[in-house]
């Protein structure tokens, strides 16, 4: 669900990306006293995995379309709200920079829609509210199942909004909105079903981590070097290898458009859009997860139809990537971590 720059107006996109920046202001401010020495890799290990299974789509049978997790309520879940949208916005800045997932007019968009809805809705009013003082298995699939598809619900939304006030006649509302939001429904309860099992895995191993993130509190001393090695195993593996068999059918946006417009993609020809299409042309250097082709040449038939698509250029973007994501999250949170130590000392 990464929009596109050609989705939206520059108007709606300088919009979304005050909006964004606003909700991450906020969450540095919540989350500067309770970040600690055991939180900051954890939100390193946490981005790279998101990261890494963000670029496996899964069909959606029947229908011709494919999804993949959003992962936001992963996040929220294991992190808590305020560093978890703090980790997706890194996930998302590294996707757009230097995979060109995502445009960079249209980043607030898709941190705002993949990101506020699921760590500071779904998860706050929904997830809290169902798991409630006492964690259970079943409690938890239950949830992660309603807010997974709740918060995804709302993102989908979010994107014919956005296309809507930005003038994309293209897309008109309602027509987009009603294709919009089943095949999000669909794609939201596998992403409920890999929520449910990323957090049981957790809960087994470390349930105190879901605990202190659920009470916005430091992990202290609490021990998490085998949660951290595990997801950390299963991010360079997703990303390395699983990667290779993910879906060649467009996603639910694609999907959606092309029903809508008989367009998956919609052509950007304003100034802003090209001058933004053209930063990101130099700064991706493994556009669409793959390596740069000297020239843009047509798959042919057989090349699309192949499956595992095995390739090097994907495996190394996963591991790149994911590690690029983790030195970014992990960095973000050291500098919030020696900020608030230094206003610490000066008190």
Request: hydrophobic share 50%; proline share 4%; aromatic share 10%.
């Amino acid at each position: 669900m990464h929009m596109a720059d050609a989705l939206i107006s520059p108007a709606v996109g300088a919009t979304m990306w005050a909006a964004t920046a606003g909700a991450a202001a906020y969450s540095i401010k919540k989350v500067q006293s309770k970040l600690d020495d055991k939180k900051i890799p954890l939100m390193g290990v946490m981005g790279a995995f998101i990261f890494a299974a963000q670029m496996i789509n899964f069909s959606i049978p029947g229908t011709g379309s494919s999804g993949h997790l959003g992962g936001g309520l992963i996040l929220a879940i294991l992190l808590g709200p305020y560093a978890g949208f703090l980790a997706m916005a890194s996930i998302l800045i590294i996707q757009a920079l230097f995979f060109a997932d995502g445009g960079l007019l249209a980043l607030g968009c898709n941190i705002f829609n993949l990101g506020f809805f699921t760590c500071f809705v779904a998860y706050p009013l929904v997830y809290k509210n169902m798991i409630g003082k006492e964690f259970f298995a079943k409690r938890i699939i239950i949830a992660s199942m309603v807010t997974a598809i709740i918060g995804l619900q709302l993102g989908a939304f979010g994107v014919v909004l956005e296309t809507l006030f930005s003038g994309k006649t293209e897309l008109p509302f309602s027509s987009f909105v009603l294709l919009m939001q089943p095949i999000h429904l669909a794609i939201g309860i596998v992403e409920g079903l890999v929520t449910a099992a990323a957090v049981s895995f957790v809960w087994k191993a470390r349930p105190e981590i879901m605990e202190k993130a659920a009470l916005n509190q430091a992990l202290g001393a609490l021990p998490i070097k085998k949660v951290m090695i595990g997801l950390a195993a299963i991010a360079v593996f997703t990303g390395a290898v699983l990667s290779w068999f993910a879906s060649s059918h467009p996603d639910g946006l694609e999907w959606s458009m092309f029903k809508t417009s008989g367009k998956e993609e919609l052509e950007a020809s304003g100034n802003i859009h090209q001058k933004l299409a053209a930063i990101q042309g130099e700064t991706a250097f493994l556009p669409d997860y793959g390596f740069k082709a000297a020239g843009k040449i047509e798959p042919t038939e057989e090349q699309t139809e192949k499956w595992p698509a095995v390739n090097g250029g994907t495996s190394l973007s996963g591991l790149v990537g994911g590690m690029m994501t983790l030195l970014l999250a992990a960095f973000m949170g050291f500098i919030i971590n020696v900020k608030n130590k230094v206003k610490k000392r000066s008190e």
